[in-house]
């Protein structure tokens, strides 16, 4: 055991990164600066530019064909970025108008500006040829694509123009949007951009292709004429107003109902934030997407309301993602009505203070007060988290976590072992200097009323990433007994272990870009059983990328499944499978999705093969169709056809979701959902307008309606929201 922290130890401490440090300057102005895409002021010739771009697709050995160029000014209040981006002609791909799109499939251009130079967050900002703006929050260090946050919003401006060969990007970003040390002249910065006629990615800072375009490894570094002052951020008030008039078929009631509240964002020196709500609306105006769960365990969704958005990974990145994260925001809103059923949980109101403390440090705390509902047996309920995170080495960090959720008063229908539930934790997360070595490894025990042992969570992966070999060893342990009320736990009472291992080819020409082949076993051990195998899965998998940006997938999975429980795999009430009883079962799938750079583009996934003790055949789908850039329309079906023995169920699944989005303009919107499932017996439809009528200010008019689709087929739910929120900066 000494070793290997001695091992972790060293892979955390070394640095070998031997590229060469590129560096821009950002030129101190008093000129006032006029945000049109033209770049016409003077002083903007004075600047030199951050260029020489390095392609990272379709090879990562040579300078970008197409370079952009990036220039940069500050001033007391905002940092202005001029950008010229050449291209083949100005045939650009813009498929829409709204903003944070996503990169894929369009031209645009991306900054990343890591101001504490810590190589773990990061803040986003982009835009296309037409002006639409983007900008997300990045952290874990550009390691995986859940690092992104694009629900973040903030306030700048963006302007372009549109030439024969290049557009021009001018933005004004006011420094208040970030934040930073006073006192800083260096902040680490990269820059990516997507050409679609040139079918070429580029990046400033040379990455290698087995690292995401997005990693904050691979940086270089912006130098500012003369020290950043002090930020003067502005106080911003929130408030909303919400109006709902509803109708509920089921038990032939309706509900009409008026809202206000609103929330509060005040900075606390240039590198903290505290944010406070009342009676906050987290109602879905943009509903989720719904998928077919044929498994036997809860699927977690992405968090989308804004009091839980910014420096959300100090609370939420913990524990292994998949089995085991003590802390899971959309936990706290939601409770169980008498009869089981997931419902609203009114929030009374909550603070948050979260940010830097110096540059190695940063600090979160999270309270929210939830209100009693008699009727439903739901407590009001207090839920705090303490987070803490002290950067070690060049990119590693220590974090140490706190969870609490307790009834804040006595109820008879509230059991003692439900009246509080707590969580502490440390984690360990390995980032070496060029992120060849990432790893994880934590540590967590809840308390609990009547439990003394079997309460422990544990986990270790460390993973290798080079240019040809991913490699990684993972492992975890989660007690019988421990519990996280606030968390997302898939199953207790288990040890995991996952390796993986992938070795990937590329190729010097033809039409295949690179492919790769990768083997992951998943085993799984119940301990309280004499450590009897409850589960394996053998996941088999080549892939292949193509030069025209398509890829291709095949696997292969072996599985092996103990059910200690009777379990429905259809989940729609037919006869279940019996419990203890052991399914050994092989399935095949194939992934294929087309260039996304084309108007109608498409992907699909058949698979086919055992079932536990029968046959499963799958198709999902979908097809993309664009009229640039004012609409986009996506069909989305998945069909899964089950095939067991009698008397157990053969059904056939469906889950159809076209969505129609149309942009008016880069100020209003028209997005519509319809979904079918026929696992729930539900139609739904969801279809909203918005307006932006003034920055980060919206009226929304959003229309519900939910249908049972068996017989009889009726109404089931009917709702009509406008809900206005207007963002005012003091």
């Known amino acids: 055991m000494k070793k290997i922290f001695l091992l972790i130890f060293i892979i955390s401490y070394t640095s070998v990164s031997a590229q060469e440090v590129k560096k821009v300057h950002v030129k101190h102005t008093t000129t006032p600066i006029t945000v049109d895409g033209s770049l016409d002021e003077t002083i903007w010739s004075e600047t030199v530019p951050a260029t020489n771009f390095w392609q990272y697709f379709p090879t990562d050995t040579l300078q970008a064909k197409q370079q952009t160029e990036i220039r940069m000014l500050f001033d007391e209040h905002n940092l202005y970025i001029g950008i010229k981006v050449s291209s083949l002609s100005n045939n650009f791909i813009v498929p829409s108008l709204r903003r944070d799109f996503r990169a894929f499939g369009n031209d645009n251009v991306t900054m990343l500006f890591d101001t504490f130079n810590d190589g773990s967050n990061a803040y986003f900002f982009g835009s296309n040829p037409a002006g639409v703006k983007r900008e997300a929050l990045l952290a874990g260090g550009g390691t995986d694509i859940k690092g992104f946050n694009m629900a973040w919003d903030t306030k700048w401006i963006c302007k372009t123009t549109i030439h024969d060969t290049y557009y021009i990007a001018e933005m004004a970003i006011p420094l208040s949007a970030f934040k930073f040390r006073e006192g800083e002249t260096k902040w680490r910065f990269n820059s990516y951009q997507f050409d679609t006629q040139g079918n070429e990615r580029s990046t400033w800072i040379n990455i290698p292709q087995n690292q995401w375009i997005f990693n904050l490894a691979y940086m270089g570094e912006m130098i500012f004429e003369k020290p950043l002052g002090k930020s003067k951020a502005p106080i911003s008030i929130i408030p909303y107003l919400n109006a709902l008039s509803a109708k509920d078929f089921e038990d032939n009631s309706a509900l009409n109902n008026f809202k206000i509240g609103g929330d509060a964002k005040f900075a606390i020196g240039n590198s903290m934030n505290l944010d406070l709500t009342i009676n906050p609306d987290f109602s879905q105006i943009e509903v989720d997407q719904q998928i077919t769960n044929l498994t036997r365990f809860e699927v977690s969704l992405p968090e989308r309301r804004q009091f839980f958005v910014e420096n ?284 996304m750079r084309k108007k109608v583009s498409f992907g699909f996934s058949p698979s086919f093969g055992q079932f536990f003790n029968g046959q499963k055949y799958s198709l999902k789908g979908q097809l993309t169709w664009r009229i640039q850039p004012y609409f986009q329309t996506k069909v989305q079906v998945n069909y899964n056809y089950i095939d067991l023995p009698k008397p157990y169920p053969t059904k056939s699944i469906w889950l159809i979701g076209p969505r129609f989005d149309v942009t008016f303009s880069k100020n209003l919107f028209w997005n519509t959902l319809v979904q079918y499932n026929n696992q729930q017996e539900n139609l739904s439809i969801n279809s909203r307008l918005q307006w932006r009528f003034a920055p980060l200010s919206d009226l929304f008019i959003a229309y519900n309606d939910n249908y049972f689709t068996g017989d009889p087929y009726a109404p089931k739910f009917r709702s009509i929201n406008l809900k206005l929120t207007y963002w005012l900066n003091i």
């Open 312 to 595: 959300s990974d100090l609370f939420v990145d913990f524990g292994s993602g998949r089995d085991e994260n003590p802390f899971f925001s959309r936990r706290i809103g939601i409770a169980k009505d008498t009869n089981g059923n997931s419902i609203e949980n009114k929030i009374i109101g909550g603070i948050r203070l979260s940010g830097k403390v110096n540059n190695n440090l940063r600090l979160g705390i999270l309270s929210v007060q939830t209100e009693e509902d008699i009727a439903n047996e739901i407590p009001a309920t207090n839920n705090s988290v303490f987070a803490i995170q002290q950067k070690v080495f060049s990119r590693s960090n220590l974090s140490f976590l706190f969870i609490n959720k307790q009834a804040t008063k006595k109820y008879d229908f509230l059991s003692d072992n439900d009246s509080y539930n707590r969580v502490i934790g440390v984690d360990y997360n390995l980032a070496s200097s060029d992120n060849t070595w990432i790893g994880r490894y934590f540590v967590h025990k809840s308390f609990s009323p009547g439990i003394e042992n079997k309460d422990i969570s544990t986990g270790i992966s460390t993973e290798y990433n080079s240019r040809f070999f991913k490699i990684r060893l993972s492992g975890l342990y989660i007690g019988d007994d421990f519990r996280s009320d606030l968390g997302f736990v898939r199953r207790t009472g288990i040890i995991k272990m996952n390796p993986s291992f992938e070795r990937t080819f590329y190729t010097r020409k033809g039409k295949i870009q690179k492919h790769s082949f990768s083997v992951i076993p998943i085993f799984i051990w119940k301990p309280e059983l004499d450590f009897e195998n409850s589960d394996y899965t053998i996941i088999s998998k080549w892939k292949m990328n193509f030069t025209n940006n398509s890829e291709l997938e095949v696997s292969m999975f072996n599985k092996f499944t103990h059910l200690y429980d009777e379990f429905d795999p259809t989940r729609t009430g037919s006869t279940p499978l019996p419990g203890n009883k052991s399914y050994t079962y092989t399935s095949f799938d194939v992934k294929y999705r087309s260039d």
